[in-house]
């Protein structure tokens, strides 16, 4: 039987050096895409799914992302006296169920594989989404919810992965790929950031994942990877062969929002979608354009 996915963890204690100095007293996954924090275009991903229950795996300095899912009676009932109805549903609207958010603490960013190990109380036996905010996807079907059909299709493992430039594989975890019907993919085996001559092949997986509860018991080993980190890749690639393993081709366009270009372009793609927004946006774009590419 394959049980529901009801869970997922949301690993954020990272240092974020790649946004510095903005992340010297902030956490990453704060930095808010038009208006909202990424850390809550991950939630709502996430309840958008099914899941009922969510973990953070937080460290120092990340208190604000609690915080975030907080209700703010003071400012509530100011919002609420001045007849501020949208302003304050904005606020509402999202907030998961009271006691569905917990918190475990990752005192050292070991990476990302000790940050999963960190919440395996959390987990227990179940299967459990993971979610890294700072992959942001604009997409029709939120992607946990394709990767959640995915994982009842297939009844195992499924990783989201896409196609990256064959220089660029030093970045990413790459696939040995199987089977391959242009949307699954049966993984074969599983490389961390392999030098592009190395590398199996140019498919890699992005920060959405959905897995079995098996994956602990290697993470605990806590053998250290590339960088000298506990990489949740090598753990993931030790679970092949023992239950079914899948990349999943998802739909939809993935913004690299840990990295300044990436960061950036989400904040266009994601103003471009907004009716509020959208004109204006286009309007100085093209105001840009012009100055930029002026014709003939
Ligand atoms: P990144 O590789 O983006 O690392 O982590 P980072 O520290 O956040 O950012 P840079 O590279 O220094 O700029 C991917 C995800 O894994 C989490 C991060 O918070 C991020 O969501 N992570 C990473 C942890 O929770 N703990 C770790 O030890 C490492």
Redesign the pocket.
């Known amino acids: 039987m394959i049980k529901p996915l009801r869970k997922a963890v949301f690993?954020?204690?990272?240092?974020?050096?790649?946004?510095l100095p903005a992340t010297k007293a902030m956490a990453?996954e704060m930095l808010p895409v038009v208006d909202k924090p990424l850390i809550q275009y991950a939630v709502e991903e996430a309840r958008a799914a099914g899941i009922e229950q969510f973990c953070m795996?937080t460290g120092r300095g990340k208190t604000a992302i609690v915080e975030h899912f907080d209700i703010a009676y003071e400012l509530e009932a100011t919002l609420r006296g001045r007849g501020k109805d949208a302003e304050l549903r904005s606020l509402r609207d999202w907030q998961p169920a009271a006691g569905s958010i917990v918190t475990v603490r990752?005192q050292e960013?070991?990476?990302?594989g000790?940050?999963i190990w960190c919440a395996r109380a959390f987990i227990g036996d179940d299967p459990f989404a993971i979610l890294?905010?700072?992959d942001l996807i604009l997409s029709e079907t939120p992607v946990t919810k394709q990767l959640a059909n995915a994982y009842y299709e297939t009844g195992g493992c499924v990783v989201a992965v896409t196609e990256v430039p064959h220089e660029q594989t030093q970045r990413y975890g790459i696939l040995d790929v199987g089977a391959d019907d242009g949307r699954l993919v049966e993984v074969k085996g599983l490389v961390e950031k392999p030098k592009p001559e190395d590398a199996p092949s140019d498919l890699s997986i992005i920060g959405r994942y959905v897995l079995t509860s098996g994956v602990i018991q290697h993470l605990s080993r806590m053998e250290r990877g590339a960088g000298g980190?506990v990489q949740l890749t090598d753990a993931m690639a030790k679970m092949i062969g023992h239950e079914p393993f899948h990349g999943l081709r998802y739909e939809g366009r993935r913004f690299d929002c840990?990295d300044k270009i990436g960061f950036l372009e989400a904040q266009i793609a994601f103003a471009l979608k907004r009716p509020d927004m959208g004109p204006a946006v286009k309007q100085f774009l093209s105001g840009y354009c012009a100055d930029l590419f002026p014709r003939g």
């Open positions: 690993p954020v204690a990272g240092l974020g050096t790649r946004f990453k795996v990752q960013p070991l990476g990302l000790h940050a890294l905010p700072d980190e840990g």
